[in-house]
């Protein structure tokens, strides 16, 4: 069978490297000139992925996959291009009835001019597949639309949606092992995108309609968010009754049937900050709980802000060092990293901020060289590398020995011995001897 693949992105390329490994012809299309230079070099644009790179070389030299700047006739089409959001918050608020939250919506015009795209290359009996992340609704009203709008003669094409299922850094074996669902705009198309997805993956696929697809993408990770916002409040109810939240949520965790998420700094990635607001989008009046989970989670940088300036007492922070430059520990996708939001309030508040990060570059320099001379150390993502750092030897190097964890990394008695103030989020004891400036 041969596939054309739009976008050869975090999704598309490494779908586009298991199709041509289970034997399809694949061409994978892209209009970034570096990402294809790249890949016509034989090497990766993506990173820090296990198999990736051993997988591309064997499509590659056995030419079941070449990458291209345009499509070309095949049997089939998958769309896997970026869904990324506007923000109107003015025109939100201008209408009545509206919050801010509201002025949210998908941007998908990379959507459709990858449709448009497809356009001259269709024959009748062609399987088009949305992978993107969408609102309900956009296989049916934007890539069939947009075909329409071309001339294509759509009563005989095949439409289905396939969301996705993965986690950074594991992509390949989550794209094979997870279970998957595609919505067919009809019975036919989806048992022929199912067919299509069965030559790679082991989960089990369920057939449903597009727009029942497109809906249960954004509710896994909608229930994220929001219950990450719910961690995220306790957090900051257990500083308000000097309660340390990461005890309180251990104990509460010890019930047969719950569950807390771990508090943090922020909610990053492509998929959980952005895709609850594909939901508010399409249903506004009915998103009250969702409208407020998004207002938490984009709250945390504000809040990490005073909880750093309260652990420095009034005193002033010319440097902070920064841990962590990525959403999400042990991968280095920096893409809507609430590290480097809080990064730039730093620096509006007049701080020089040095950030590390052992998977991201530019930051994947000296660590000794980001500590040294800093007046507070900032940890944001929880990656495993930062566990054997020594605090007496950071001790060292640092101005001022003051410490924030938001992740619940370190243990404080360790830092506390090499003579650090600590402070961890949610911790309300410590922010209670803080405010008291008795530190113990």
Known sequence: ???????????????????????????????????????RNGQLHIV??????????????NGHLVVSDRPSEAD???????????????????????????????????????????????????????????????TENVVVRALQEEGVDVSSLLFAHAPERVLPGNLLHELVHNDRIVGGLTQE????????????????????????????????????????ALANEFAKVCEYLHIDVWEAMSLANRHPRVNFLRPGPGVGGHCIPIDPYFVIEVAPAVTDLIQAARRVNRGMPHHVLQLLLRLAGGEPLRRVAI?????????????????????QLLREAGMTVAIHDPYVPPYNTSLETVLEG???????????????????????????????????????????????????????????????????
């Not at 999704?11 to 034997?23: E, Q, R, V």
């Not at 990525?326 to 809080?342: F, T």
């Open 323 to 343: 841990l962590g430059a990525s959403y999400k520990a042990n991968v280095g996708d920096e893409r809507e990293s609430p590290s480097l939001e809080i990064a």
């Open 48 to 61: 820090n992925e296990a198999g990736l790179a051993d997988l591309y070389d064997s499509v590659f030299i």
């Open 76 to 138: 089939a089409f998958i769309l896997a291009v970026p869904t990324p959001f506007l923000h109107d918050p003015v025109a939100a608020e201008n209408r009545q009835g509206e919050s801010a939250a509201q002025g949210y919506r998908a941007d998908l015009r990379y959507v459709e001019n990858a449709t448009r795209s497809i356009a001259p290359f269709l024959r009748p009996g062609n399987l088009v597949i949305l992978e993107s992340t969408v609102p309900p609704g956009t």
């Open 374 to 440: 800093a007046d507070a150390i900032l940890l944001l993502t929880d990656h495993e590398a930062y566990q054997a750092i020594d605090p007496h030897f950071v001790r060292t190097l640092v101005a001022r020995a003051l410490l924030l964890d938001t992740r619940g990394l370190f243990n404080p008695s360790e830092w506390e011995s090499a003579g650090f103030v600590v402070l961890r989020l949610g911790d309300g004891r410590k922010s209670a001897l803080l405010e008291s400036r008795i530190i113990q």
């Open 1 to 39: 069978m041969k596939i054309c693949v739009i976008g050869m992105g975090y999704i598309g390329f490494p779908t586009a490297c298991l199709l041509a490994s289970a034997g399809h012809h694949v061409v994978g299309v892209d209009v970034n000139v570096s990402v294809l230079d790249t890949l």
């Open 189 to 228: 198309a989806g048992e022929a995108a199912a067919s299509l997805y069965k030559s790679f993956v082991q989960g089990h696929i369920s057939i449903t309609d597009a727009r029942t697809a497109e809906l249960v993408k954004l509710m896994e990770n909608t229930y994220r968010d929001v219950n990450i």
